[in-house]
């Protein structure tokens, strides 16, 4: 059983920067594929970024070249860098595991999930 906790969420001017922090308490955590995912209100969950245990990232379109996922396996922890933030970036942003070594972008395919922490942007 992985638990995740997301931190670093909050209220910030359009243009401005966040960055979300994911701990997890599974000592494997390098044998999992991480992303993170938002929902904002009405709409369905969807994919931000991911990352695998070796680094290799993928990016929906609409953050690409504004976010940047990490991960720091000797921490056990995932990080989501987020530049130029715009209103459609306010959502509650989730991470996500699922074990093994394929990159998949469809929320179902994550089978462990934090609580999720919430970003707002003010524009």
């Known amino acids: 059983q992985v638990q995740l906790v997301e931190s670093g969420g909050g209220l910030v001017q359009a243009g401005g920067s966040l960055r979300l922090s994911c701990a997890a308490s599974?000592?494997?955590?390098?044998?999992?594929?991480m992303g993170w995912f938002r929902q904002a209100p009405g709409k369905e969950r969807e994919f931000v970024a991911a990352i695998t245990s070796g680094r290799v990232t993928n990016y929906a379109d609409s953050v690409k070249g504004r976010f940047t996922i990490s991960r720091d396996n000797a921490r056990n922890t995932l990080y989501l860098q987020m530049n130029s933030l715009n209103a459609e970036d306010t959502a509650l942003y989730y991470c996500a595991a699922r074990a093994g070594t394929i990159l998949e972008r469809a929320p179902y395919e994550y089978k462990y999930w934090g609580q999720g922490t919430q970003v707002t942007v003010d524009s």
């Open positions: 599974e000592r494997t955590f390098s044998y999992y594929v």
